[in-house]
């Protein structure tokens, strides 16, 4: 049990766990392709992609603890928030880094033949991915510099409001209810084994608690009356 009060132990077990199912996946038969419309898509590709999801996910929350310094689960409160040209740059870096993810998550179900012999032509939703991702990207970077505005930063991630007023449970609805929303695609992306797309969710919600951090902080020490969060 004291296992479980120390975070990089989890973390580490979880990986752990990973690999298991990554063993196990790879021992298990596989479908055949008898013809054109035959895929490799079984029981061993859910456990294959699961686990390459919980080693993805557990060895991105070691490599953040270290660099946080996060040793006790209490720890994480205390976790500072960067500065806001940094949170900026990290939105950035995650938003343009969808496209080269969704390349490299369709080229590698192609390869191990997920997709039918006679299925269209990869082209068709990398190029969505690319027009998604250009979207993505500018609308992140506007949204991150107008919502960062007005924020004490760096802030600990885990500092308490001072007050609660209508305005400030409004904002947090509005910061939970999108902070849920993240935390589904980051489950759906552990569970599809999208290794890459995992440390881009995660580095998201980074910055989703860190605006939060320096709103409030910002609150805290009466700056500006305006702040929501």
């Known amino acids: 049990m004291n296992m479980l009060k120390k975070p990089r132990l989890v973390s580490l077990a979880v990986s752990l766990l990973g690999a298991v199912f990554i ?33 993805s996910f557990s060895l991105t929350m070691l490599l953040f603890m270290f660099a946080t310094k996060v040793v006790e689960w209490r720890d994480f409160l205390s976790v500072k928030a960067l500065e806001k040209k940094w949170l900026v740059l990290i939105s950035f870096l995650s938003s343009a880094l969808f496209f080269p993810s969704s390349f490299l998550y369709y080229s590698a179900r192609s ?3 997920d997709y039918p012999p006679n299925h269209d032509t990869l082209a068709i939703p990398l190029a ?33 409001p001072m007050e609660k007023t209508s305005r400030r449970r409004i904002g947090n609805v509005v910061f939970w209810t999108l902070t849920s929303l993240l935390v589904l695609i980051l489950v759906s992306y552990i569970i599809d084994g999208s290794q890459t797309d995992i ?15 320096g709103k409030v902080a910002q609150r805290n020490k009466g700056m500006n009356s305006n702040v929501t969060f």
């Open 23 to 55: 063993i196990v996946s790879l021992q298990l038969p596989r479908p055949s392709i008898v013809d054109g419309e035959d895929t490799t898509i079984g029981l061993w590709t859910r456990l294959l992609d699961f686990g390459n999801g919980l080693v």
């Open 111 to 113: 390869l191990r033949g």
């Open 128 to 160: 969505y991915s690319l027009a998604l991702g250009l979207v993505l990207t500018f609308v992140v970077m506007v949204l991150v510099s107008l919502v960062s505005q007005n924020c004490f930063l760096p802030a600990s991630l885990g500092v308490k």
């Open 199 to 213: 440390p881009r969710v995660i580095a998201y919600l980074y910055v989703m608690f860190s605006i939060r951090a």
